[in-house]
């Protein structure tokens, strides 16, 4: 019963690399997401999906791009990596998209470009 | 828009008080639901309680429950008998209707000292 699995847990990056962070549920959630967190700023979100092959723009879109080709995957893909996307980026599902469903989160990654 | 305030950066409480935790929300919406979320050092966030807008009675699970006053658009975590495990990040949540994302507070660090 593994829930939302983030990988990797930790990763540093050199300015203007790419990389893509996976996110995976098993719980056959319509609704995927991904925010970022930055310390005296809560949570953010950068990009949500509400089923495969549909995806939207959240607070903080940009320099980041989401696909969505199958109900369980939402991999995050960074561009060009810069050092504002220092962050720790949290992978988080639901069923649906109601007001009274709960999220659940990943355990996170640790981003840091240098 | 939604919105959430936590007015207090971080709180010191003794092992065994109860403590509230303050959260104001903003919104246009009449149907909403309200999420509080642990997050400890270990950087998970776990899911502790969750209120409808059209709840007449306060939720509560355990040691946890929400004094929610819907006129003064307020929904506080109170936490009964504190204990140290209880030492974390605390964040206050709203979805609204359309539910494509969940808006979170900046967060309340709460110590709990023994």
């Known amino acids: 019963n593994a829930g939302v699995t983030q990988t990797p847990k930790f990763q540093v990056l050199k300015t203007g690399q790419s990389m893509t962070l996976q996110c995976a549920q098993d719980?056959?959630?319509?609704?995927m997401s991904w925010y970022r967190q930055d310390p005296g700023m809560g949570l953010r979100l950068i990009h949500y999906?509400?089923?495969?092959?549909?995806?939207d723009q959240g607070e903080v879109p940009n320099g980041y791009n989401v696909s969505r080709s199958t109900t369980e995957d939402f991999p995050l893909r960074l561009l060009s990596a810069a050092p504002s996307q220092t962050s720790v980026y949290f992978c988080a599902s639901s069923f649906g998209g109601l007001t009274n469903e709960k999220l659940f989160f990943g355990s996170g990654t640790q981003l840091s470009v240098l | 828009a939604q919105k959430i305030t936590q007015t207090q950066p971080g709180m010191f409480v003794q092992e065994k008080e109860a403590v509230t935790l303050d959260c104001t929300y903003d919104t246009s919406d009449q149907s909403y639901g309200l999420f509080w979320y642990k997050q400890p050092s270990s950087g998970e966030m776990i899911f502790l309680i969750y209120q409808g807008s059209y709840d007449e009675q306060n939720a509560t699970e355990g040691r946890y429950s929400l004094n929610f006053q819907k006129a003064r658009k307020s929904a506080n975590l109170v936490i009964s008998a504190s204990q140290l495990g209880d030492s974390a990040m605390y964040f206050c949540?709203?979805?609204?209707?359309?539910?494509?994302?969940?808006?979170f507070g900046q967060g309340t660090r709460l110590t709990i000292n023994p």
């Open positions: 719980m056959n959630h319509e609704y």
């Open positions: 999906s509400v089923g495969a092959g549909i995806t």
């Open positions: 949540a709203m979805r609204g209707p359309g539910a494509q994302k969940l808006v």
